[in-house]
């Protein structure tokens, strides 16, 4: 299968894949098993955000080779400990060359997570908050394909979203950086039609029980 046209590539397996994943086995799993599958565990939902914020500027795949490093480096994004992070903690970060050390992230991911703190207050929990923004079918492409998902970096969604979440002090959080956490939490299934995983995607989808 051409790539170059498609936008799938062929496994060793056999399976057609979004060819976004390379031939990386770490990426390759991260494709198959977690991106796009619906999540409403508030620990990784903050999770997610948090590493699309460091990942701007940079590729997915080095934040995803460096994840098991962000986890350790910030009590596995568990955002009430985050929160109470301070000065001393973020040189410790700054300091530590198994994640992206950069200022300007961390001291946004702990200010994030304050935030998130009250996002809880406010909805229930950080689940029942993002995901009453999901898109209605009629508001997604009736073709999901590699040049409908290039031609949308961003999306009416994720442009209020982002809005939402700058207005309760959120940093970071821009209509790029919150599509793509749409697309890894499940709130959309941006696989290419052709690509194995969309079906199962779409089968995860319907069984998920939304939060209330």
């Not at 992230?105 to 993002?130: C, H, M, P, Y």
């Amino acid at each position: 299968m051409d790539d170059e046209n498609t936008g799938l590539i062929a496994g060793e397996d056999g399976k057609l894949r979004c060819s976004w994943h390379g031939s990386d086995a770490l990426y390759r799993r991260y494709h198959d098993k977690e991106w796009g599958r619906p999540v409403a565990d508030d620990r990784r939902l903050f999770e997610k955000i948090c590493l699309e914020g460091f990942q701007s500027g940079l590729s997915w795949f080095t934040i995803l080779k460096k994840r098991e490093n962000f986890r350790a480096a910030f009590d596995g994004f568990d955002f009430h400990k985050v929160a109470k992070y301070g000065e001393r903690d973020v040189e410790r970060l700054l300091a530590d060359a198994g994640i992206i050390r950069h200022r300007g992230k961390i001291v946004s991911t702990i200010n994030n997570a304050a935030r998130a703190q009250d996002l809880v207050k406010e909805a229930g929990s950080l689940a029942a908050w993002f995901w009453k923004f999901e898109p209605k079918p009629e508001d997604r492409p009736a073709r999901v394909d590699r040049a409908a998902v290039a031609a949308n970096p961003t999306t009416p969604t994720s442009t209020l979203i982002s809005k939402e979440l700058k207005k309760r002090g959120w940093s970071f959080v821009g209509p790029t950086t919150v599509y793509a956490f749409m697309q890894a939490m499940g709130m959309v299934n941006d696989h290419f039609e052709g690509c194995f995983c969309r079906a199962e995607v779409e089968a995860d989808r319907a069984r998920f029980k939304r939060p209330a």
